[in-house]
Structures are given as structure tokens and as C-alpha cells.
């Protein structure tokens, strides 16, 4: 069972930096990989960033790339998303949640394993 708490959302300006923290489980932390997705309001839930329980390898989706940064500490069992360069585009509900690669003959991407918590709003503005 997958059990994340997400957590630092909060309105920005545009240009400015937040960082989000997502608790785990020790069970979670120690054994799946964690990622960040987000929804902005009337698009679908995408894909962020991941980083790996294994090794700490890292994925970025190519529009946060350089501008965010996710990060794990072992020690407190939390993995976090430092953002930087907000933009408006940023602005979405971000999840926290155990992940894992989904590929076909046609796509590639990473889907959620366990159940959608609230999520944390961050609302960028101008």
C-alpha cells in the first residue's frame, strides 16, 4: 500500500521558487520509486518528475527540466520538488505518489500506483 502526504503548496509569483515535500511511508521510501504529478484546472494529471528508491536516478518531463529539481532524504523518509523559474504554466494541483513506467507499442510514460491524495495547490501568478 502506498502512503504519501504532500505538502509546501502555496501561491507564487511568476519568476519566484517554492519547494514541495512528499512524506512517505518507510515501506514506500525504501521500496518505490516517488514522483511528482500535476493537474491544472481542465487538463489532465501529468507526469513531472521521478526519482528512483534504488538509486536516486532521476526524470524530468522536458518543460521542468532545469527548472526543477527533485530531490530524497533518507533520513526523514521524504522526497521533495524544488521549483524554480515559476511560470504561469506551473500553476496546478501537484500529487505525490509511488510511479512506475508504462510503455506500449505507441507511447511511453509513467502512471501512479497507488491512490490520489488532495494533492497541493500552487497557484502562480503574474
Known amino acids: 500500500q502506498v502512503q504519501v502526504a504532500e505538502s509546501g503548496g502555496g501561491s507564487v509569483r511568476a519568476g519566484g521558487s517554492l519547494r514541495l515535500s512528499c512524506a512517505a511511508s518507510e515501506h514506500t521510501f525504501s521500496t518505490k520509486t516517488l514522483a511528482w504529478f500535476r493537474q491544472a484546472p481542465g487538463k489532465e494529471r501529468e507526469f513531472v518528475a521521478a526519482i528512483s528508491w534504488r538509486d536516486g536516478r532521476t526524470w524530468y518531463t522536458d518543460s521542468v527540466q532545469d527548472r526543477f529539481t527533485i530531490s530524497r532524504d533518507n533520513a526523514k523518509n521524504t522526497v521533495y520538488l524544488e521549483m524554480n523559474t515559476l511560470s504561469l504554466e506551473d500553476s496546478a494541483v501537484y500529487y505525490c505518489?509511488?510511479?512506475?513506467?508504462?510503455?506500449?507499442?505507441?507511447?511511453?510514460?509513467?502512471?501512479?500506483?497507488?491512490?490520489w491524495g488532495q494533492g497541493t495547490l500552487v497557484p502562480v501568478s503574474s
Open positions: 505518489n509511488a510511479a512506475q513506467t508504462v510503455a506500449t507499442a505507441a507511447s511511453y510514460g509513467w502512471s501512479g500506483l497507488g491512490a
